[in-house]
């Protein structure tokens, strides 16, 4: 079955330092998101990408973060100057279309020291 | 806004007894209505889905049914077993001009004892 790949699964960084996380989505899916859950929290949508733009963003999503396709394989989440607050899990996600269902990674657990 | 609530949790139960997490919604329109599993370590996995009201979504023995009246999509699962040992988590979907994005409950961490 067609899965979402993320890499790495658990990254360790200092505050203030940039940080990107790596996403395969599935090859035909044209849809992509970015979700985070940070511990004992509910999972919190940060940011959909379709057609090569934002279509929708969260306020989560300020001038800190930002998402990139830059090779019509991997999806890309950028945090420019990690926070501790930014410790987290973070999930990528696909879907074929705005109405289907999605796929999930088995996410990135970042934690800001 | 769109919100999910679930039941407090945790969960404890033992193997072969029933199943119900409370789901209730709020949402302008008429969402999608999903329930998601995430077992240790790995990802959001999605259980079943329901895309209109009276709807009835089914995998691997779990339930649930839309309903409108009640803004509710309660999951019920007739006999667990320990494999069912997961974290649950019950989502929305409004379709609206810029998106498609799910708003989900707390999560529901079930356990089954043998």
Same mark, same amino acid.
């Given at each position: 079955?067609?899965?979402?790949?993320?890499?790495?699964?658990?990254?360790?960084?200092?505050?203030?330092?940039?940080?990107?996380? %790596?996403?395969?989505?599935?090859? &035909?899916?044209?849809?992509?998101?970015?979700?985070?859950?940070?511990?004992?929290?509910?999972?919190?949508?940060?940011?959909?990408?379709? &057609?090569?733009?934002?279509?929708?963003?969260?306020?989560?999503?300020?001038?800190?973060?930002?998402?990139?396709?830059?090779?019509?394989? &991997?999806?890309?989440?950028?945090? %420019?100057?990690?926070?501790?607050?930014?410790?987290?899990?973070?999930?990528?996600?696909?879907?074929?279309?705005?109405?289907?269902?999605?796929?999930?990674?088995?996410?990135? %657990?970042?934690?800001?020291? | 806004?769109?919100?999910?609530?679930?039941?407090?949790?945790?969960?404890?139960?033992?193997?072969?007894?029933?199943? !119900?997490?409370?789901?209730?919604? !709020?949402?302008?329109?008429?969402?999608?209505?999903?329930?998601?599993?995430?077992?240790?370590?790995?990802?959001?996995?999605?259980?079943?889905?329901?895309?209109?009201?009276?709807?009835?979504?089914?995998?691997?023995?779990?339930?649930?049914?839309?309903?409108?009246?009640?803004?509710?999509?309660?999951?019920?699962?007739?006999?667990?077993?320990?494999?069912?040992?997961?974290?649950?988590?019950?989502?929305?979907?409004?379709?609206?001009?810029?998106?498609?994005?799910? !708003?989900?409950?707390?999560?529901?961490?079930?356990?089954?004892?043998?």
């Amino acid at each position: 079955e067609p899965e979402v790949t993320q890499t790495p699964s658990h990254q360790v960084t200092q505050m203030g330092q940039e940080v990107i996380l %790596r996403c395969v989505p599935i090859s &035909n899916h044209l849809y992509f998101y970015w979700y985070r859950q940070i511990l004992g929290q509910k999972v919190e949508f940060l940011v959909s990408f379709y &057609n090569n733009e934002i279509s929708e963003k969260s306020e989560i999503f300020d001038d800190q973060f930002s998402v990139e396709r830059p090779d019509g394989s &991997n999806f890309t989440l950028k945090i %420019r100057s990690t926070k501790l607050e930014d410790s987290a899990m973070y999930f990528c996600a696909s879907s074929e279309g705005a109405g289907g269902g999605y796929t999930f990674g088995s996410g990135t %657990r970042l934690t800001v020291v | 806004g769109d919100s999910v609530t679930q039941m407090e949790g945790p969960v404890t139960l033992s193997e072969e007894a029933f199943l !119900t997490i409370n789901c209730t919604y !709020t949402a302008t329109g008429y969402p999608s209505l999903f329930w998601y599993v995430q077992y240790p370590g790995e990802g959001l996995q999605l259980l079943l889905k329901a895309t209109k009201a009276d709807d009835k979504g089914s995998n691997k023995g779990f339930e649930a049914t839309y309903r409108k009246e009640t803004t509710s999509f309660h999951l019920e699962k007739g006999s667990v077993q320990v494999s069912d040992s997961a974290v649950y988590f019950c989502a929305l979907r409004a379709i609206g001009t810029s998106g498609s994005r799910l !708003t989900f409950g707390e999560g529901t961490q079930l356990t089954v004892n043998p």
